[in-house]
């Protein structure tokens, strides 16, 4: 089984600064990994994903993320950030192996963007 | 891009009523689809597992009579609070896998259930 923790549960940042959202999964297996975002009350967007290959993966809206295996992190950046980028955002992993793709979900980071 | 959309998008009713939501991919086929169910500022718990032509899989702690799945076809699943209570207000959201054997889930823009 798998699980995903989310260091952070709100990220106060102003505009223009950069952000960094930390994500840390655990699992006996090898993982594919995902950031999504969610504006309120509305659906899931995804942001990018890891599934193998180069470990920096880059997303839209410009951001990207790191897989580090060693660390069994999966942080996610953003250089410069927009009022428009409040948001929930979160990580979540599933298992290659799993013939239906079931995602598990960490609990979510608040990201709050003030000029 | 892929589209998944869910019917109605907001929804009130009575305590001891029933409640159909429906999730559909738009432009491609899912025999999978996933629905969610997320509390106010917490993350999505994983209710079921639909797959068209069968029957759902339910996450341990999810009453299968209480909430019904039926994926009648490759772009429809349908999620029916049975005999709704105050308690299973909440938002709902499912998701689809595009059977083109693609690893991202397509997630619909929820629907918001409040029982009354």
């Known amino acids: 089984a798998q699980s995903v923790t989310q260091l952070d549960s709100q990220v106060p940042v102003f505009e223009e600064a950069p952000v960094e959202l930390r994500c840390n999964y655990s699992s006996s297996v090898s993982v594919y990994l995902f950031w999504y975002v969610q504006y309120p009350n509305q659906g899931l967007q995804l942001l990018l994903k890891?599934?193998?290959?180069?470990?920096l993966v880059k997303g839209i809206n410009g951001f990207e993320a790191e897989f580090n295996k060693s660390q069994t992190s999966f942080h996610l950046r953003k250089p410069s950030v927009h009022i428009s980028d409040t948001a929930e955002y979160f990580c979540a992993v599933s298992a290659p192996t799993d013939s239906w793709g079931k995602l598990q979900f960490g609990a979510g980071t608040q990201v709050v963007v003030t000029p | 891009g892929a589209v998944v959309s869910q019917h109605p998008s907001w929804v009130i009713c009575k305590s001891g009523t029933s409640v159909k939501i429906e999730c559909r991919s738009l432009?491609?086929?899912?025999?999978?689809m996933f629905w969610y169910r997320q509390f106010p500022k917490q993350s999505l718990m994983l209710m079921a597992t639909?797959?068209?032509?069968?029957?759902?899989?339910?996450e341990q702690g999810v009453e299968k009579d209480k909430f019904l799945i039926n994926h009648a076809s490759l772009t429809l699943s349908t999620l029916t609070v049975t005999s709704a209570h105050p308690e299973d207000s909440s938002f709902y959201i499912c998701?689809?896998?595009?059977?083109?054997?693609?690893?991202?889930?397509?997630f619909g823009p929820g629907t918001r259930l409040t029982v009354t």
């Open positions: 432009d491609f086929q899912a025999t999978t």
């Open positions: 639909s797959n068209e032509g069968s029957k759902a899989t339910y």
């Open positions: 998701s689809a896998r595009d059977n083109r054997g693609l690893s991202e889930q397509y």
């Open positions: 890891y599934l193998s290959g180069s470990t």
